[in-house]
C-alpha cells in the first residue's frame, strides 16, 4: 500500500479545546492545515481515536494535563503513516499511537492528521484491525498490563477468582472481557447495576457492589477473596481490596476514582506477602509495550470487541466528554476520524 502525497496546506478537521477570557473552555470541530502539525519525524493521517478520562479532563482545561491552549485532545489515535522520517517507519504502514504526550501537550488523535515522534508509534498488530485497536486503546492497553504483571508474577487462571473494580468504566469493562478470555474467574464490582448484564456477556462470574468493597472496621486483614485484583478507585476501597486479597496475591492500581489516597496497615504485606504493583502504561517502554500488544492481539483480545464499545463522530465528542466527568458513561467509546 503506497500512501499519498500531502501538501502542507492541507486542511483537515480537528476538535479544538480554546479557552476564553473568563477563563471557560469549549471545543468544537475547526479546520487545520498540516503544516500547523508539530515538527516531528511520524506524519499519520488518523483513521480511529478513542476517548479516555484524560481526553475529559484536557477538554476542561485542567493545566495538569494540557498546559497551553487551543489545543486538540486525544491521547489515542491509530492510522496510516503519510510521512516519515525514521527508517523504523514507511508510508502506508497502519500504526497506532497510545500513550506519552499524545493529547495532552502535543496535538492529539481527535483529528484527521497527527505528527509524532518515531519512538512513540507502534506497528499494528496483524490480528487486530485498527478500529479494534481503538476499542482496546490506552484503556484496554491498561488493563492488559495488569494482566500481563499477573501472569508474570505466576497468577494462573485455576489459581482462584480475580476481582475488578470500577468495572463498568472504560479500563474496567476490558478488564473483565480480557481476564474472561484468559480463562479467569472474574468479580467484577460496579456501582453502576443497571450494567450488571453488560458484564456478565464480557464473561464475569460474579458480581457484587461498591460496599462490598468499603470496609470500614479498621480490621488489619479481612478474609481472603480473591488471588489478585484490578483496581481502578483507589481509597478505602482498594484499602479493602488489599485486605481481603490471599497470601501471596497480587493488587494492581491504575485509577483514584474515589481518593487518590491509600489508608492500609502493612499486615497484607507482611502476613500474607500481598504486593501491591502500580500501572503507569503512558510511559511503558517500548519492548515491554509491544510485548502487552502481542498479549493482546493472542491471548486477551474479547470475542466480540465491538459489543464492548459504540462509535461517534468528532462533533459528539464534547458532550460524550461531559458525561464521562460527571461519571455517566459506560464502556469503551470509538471515533471515527475518516
Request: glycine share 12%; charged share 20%; net charge neutral.
Amino acid at each position: 500500500m503506497t500512501a499519498p502525497h500531502i501538501s502542507p496546506d492541507t486542511t483537515f478537521r480537528a476538535l479544538v479545546t480554546e479557552q476564553h477570557e473568563d477563563g471557560s473552555f469549549s471545543s468544537s470541530v475547526r479546520l487545520k492545515k498540516i503544516s500547523g502539525l508539530p515538527q516531528h519525524e511520524i506524519l499519520i493521517r488518523v483513521s480511529y481515536s478513542g476517548l479516555n478520562y484524560k481526553d475529559a479532563l484536557s477538554a476542561s482545561g485542567h493545566k495538569g494535563i494540557t498546559r497551553r491552549y487551543p489545543h486538540t485532545p486525544g491521547i489515542d489515535a491509530a492510522g496510516i503513516v503519510i510521512e516519515s522520517g525514521s527508517s523504523e517507519f514507511t508510508a502506508g504502514q497502519e500504526v497506532i499511537v497510545t500513550g506519552y504526550d499524545l493529547g495532552m501537550n502535543t496535538d492529539g488523535g481527535f483529528a484527521g492528521y497527527i505528527r509524532v515522534p518515531a519512538p512513540w508509534v507502534v506497528r499494528k498488530p496483524d490480528n487486530l484491525s485498527l478500529k479494534e485497536c481503538m476499542i482496546i486503546g490506552t484503556s484496554g492497553f491498561t488493563a492488559a498490563s495488569a494482566v500481563y504483571e499477573f501472569i508474570n508474577h505466576g497468577i494462573l487462571p485455576g489459581d482462584g477468582k480475580i476481582l475488578v473494580t470500577g468495572a463498568s468504566g472504560a479500563v474496567g469493562s476490558m478488564a473483565v472481557a480480557m481476564l474472561a478470555k484468559a480463562g479467569y474467574k472474574v468479580v467484577a464490582s460496579s456501582g453502576k447495576p443497571e450494567f450488571a448484564d453488560m458484564l456478565k456477556e464480557s464473561g464475569a462470574t460474579e458480581i457484587i457492589g461498591r460496599d462490598a468493597i468499603d470496609d470500614k472496621s479498621g480490621k488489619g486483614l479481612l478474609p481472603p477473596r480473591w488471588v489478585a485484583a484490578l483496581d481502578t478507585v483507589g481509597g478505602n476501597a482498594l484499602s479493602t481490596v488489599l485486605r481481603s486479597t490471599a497470601e501471596r496475591g497480587i493488587v494492581a492500581n491504575c485509577g483514584m476514582i474515589a481518593s487518590a489516597r491509600l489508608d492500609v496497615p502493612v499486615f497484607p504485606f507482611i502476613l500474607r506477602a500481598v504486593r501491591l504493583i502500580g500501572i503507569a502504561s503512558a510511559e511503558t517502554p517500548m519492548k515491554r509495550r509491544l510485548e502487552i500488544w502481542d498479549l493482546i492481539g493472542q491471548k486477551l483480545k474479547p470475542d466480540n470487541p465491538g459489543k464492548l464499545s459504540r462509535s461517534i463522530g468528532l462533533g459528539e465528542i464534547p458532550e460524550e466528554l461531559d458525561l464521562m466527568l460527571k461519571g455517566r458513561q459506560a464502556g469503551k467509546v470509538v471515533v471515527e476520524i475518516g
